[in-house]
């Protein structure tokens, strides 16, 4: 079982190491005011769109936390954080260079990767029942990973499918090109989370093994979930988000 250590009041990050942050998204109503208030007004415009009020509080906070941790490494409030996007729509921070994150929520729970070593992708699948998972897995996976997941017991394929699917998720989201980028282009390895990689890159033979694909381990079988970044040698810890005063000035 994986160990969330409560979030510290500032971090500060190290040589070679991914930050993994645990999020979860489902506060009381009397806390989101106060988050509120950390978000761009264009992020509180976004909020108030969804239709359900459950989708505006899981952005509210997810993105409220983002901002409260990225705060914590800059020593910054969470409401001075301004962020540029790439054409595909993959925010970095507009001023403090060399401070790479990523952002994933699904469900009642989000992820935030946060690191010095360059563009990083983190995914996170909420595991539920889905009646096309074979037809989407033919259209959006390699034969590698069709025949891996074939390979598996009929009550593991579930499970791995969203395996497969958060470790591609979180490789095409650190490269910053979206689903614009040919899924079956390249290979992933997912039968655990500590035998995850970064297998092939159908046009880049050798770029694979300047890889790191990690799964995550969520304690559960909810949540598949992993973690992307161009470089090898990496360390990880991981961190479990607490909304509070000394942390980012929100009593929840």
Request: with cysteine; charged share 25%.
């Amino acid at each position: 079982m994986t160990e969330w250590i409560a979030s510290p009041s500032q971090a500060h990050l190290r040589a070679q190491t991914v930050d993994i942050w645990r999020i979860d998204l489902n506060l009381e109503p009397g806390c989101l005011p106060a988050l509120q208030a950390l978000l761009s007004s264009e992020e509180a415009d976004q909020a108030r769109r969804f239709h359900f009020e459950r989708d505006r509080r899981r952005y509210l906070v997810s993105h409220a936390a983002l901002r409260c941790i990225l705060g914590g490494y800059l020593d910054l409030s969470p409401q001075s954080i301004s962020f540029r996007f790439s054409r595909h729509g993959k925010p970095s921070l507009r001023e403090h260079g060399g401070l790479y994150f990523n952002l994933a929520h699904s469900h009642e729970l989000a992820l935030v990767a946060v690191t010095g070593l360059g563009e990083v992708g983190v995914d996170i699948e909420h595991v539920r029942p889905l009646a096309d998972m074979d037809s989407i897995a033919r259209h959006s996976f390699s034969e590698h990973e069709y025949n891996q997941l074939q390979a598996l017991p009929a009550g593991q394929r579930l499970q791995g499918f969203f395996r497969c699917w958060s470790r591609k998720e979180a490789f095409i989201k650190a490269l910053g090109e979206g689903l614009s980028y040919p899924l079956q282009q390249f290979s992933v390895i997912f039968g655990s989370e500590a035998s995850s990689r970064l297998a092939a890159i159908s046009d880049r033979p050798a770029e694979a093994a300047r890889w790191t694909l990690h799964g995550i381990d969520m304690d559960d079988h909810e949540y598949a979930a992993a973690y992307a970044v161009r470089a090898t040698g990496v360390q990880e810890r991981r961190w479990q988000m607490l909304f509070d005063r000394e942390f980012s000035h929100v009593p929840c």
